[in-house]
């Protein structure tokens, strides 16, 4: 297709990213799909090229910058370009602070801040030479309010929330940037919680979720706009979810 578009998708082994991934191949897009689940992406890949989709893998760990960067220009190398980056990769142990859950919060501030600014650092020089590009960052509802148990994940994405948007600011308009912030949606997130109070929480909190789907619409919508316009900002949750 002559608009197809090189996309690299990170996390791409489950939930947002995999869906990503399945909705933008069958645009007719190609993905380059990321994650350290190598299982899961080559069923994928399977997936997206039984449906008659263009995809590559690649085993992918977002808290190591250099492994990011080769992410990006391996893409580069063999695809000559890249169009757009999403950088979905997060994790979500919740805790209360005072169970001083320390290694937990360094996971999250690992994964959802130095893997997005690790997907930056390897995008922007990429993107600054070839004169364009579009960032695509998925934070998340927890990025404008703050609940209990969730204080660090929160924290996490308010700073790619501010992240995102400096980069947008200090972007030459030629690089579009988009910060995708999803209310609850079916997803492996909350299996990584081991502390009992904030799993009974997340279980009532999640009676309401909407299809990981809903918000790769929302990407592909981002990324199909013309060059001149630049979607800020998209805000997806179940209608339930007040």
Not at 109 to 116: A, E, F, K, Q
Not at 223 to 231: F, K, L, R
């Amino acid at each position: 297709m002559s608009n197809s578009k090189i996309i690299l998708v990170t996390g791409a082994s489950s939930g947002i990213g995999q869906a990503t991934a399945l909705r933008l191949a069958r645009e007719g897009n190609h993905v380059v799909i990321g994650a350290r689940r190598e299982d899961r992406l080559k069923a994928l890949a399977e997936e997206i090229s039984h449906a008659g989709g263009s995809v590559d893998t690649r085993r992918l760990d977002v808290t190591d910058g250099a492994d990011v960067v080769a992410f990006a220009e391996e893409t580069v190398q063999r695809h000559g370009r890249i169009d757009v980056i999403v950088n979905n990769a997060g994790v979500m142990p919740l805790s209360r602070l005072d169970s001083l859950l320390i290694e937990e919060w360094d996971r999250m501030i690992d994964v959802n801040i130095r893997g997005l600014l690790h997907g930056i650092a390897a995008g922007l020089p990429i993107f600054q030479r070839q004169g364009g590009g579009h960032f695509v960052t998925v934070a998340s509802i927890g990025a404008h309010q703050v609940s209990p148990t969730a204080a660090v994940y929160c924290a996490t994405k308010y700073a790619a929330w501010a992240i995102t948007e400096g980069l947008r600011q200090e972007s030459d308009p030629s690089i579009r940037v988009t910060t995708i912030s999803p209310g609850v949606v079916e997803s492996e997130l909350a299996d990584t919680i081991t502390e009992a109070g904030a799993k009974d929480r997340m279980r009532v909190f999640r009676a309401e979720t909407i299809a990981p789907d809903a918000i790769a619409q929302a990407i592909s919508y981002a990324i199909g706009q013309p060059a001149d316009v630049d979607v800020n900002e998209i805000v997806v949750r179940p209608a339930r979810q007040r």
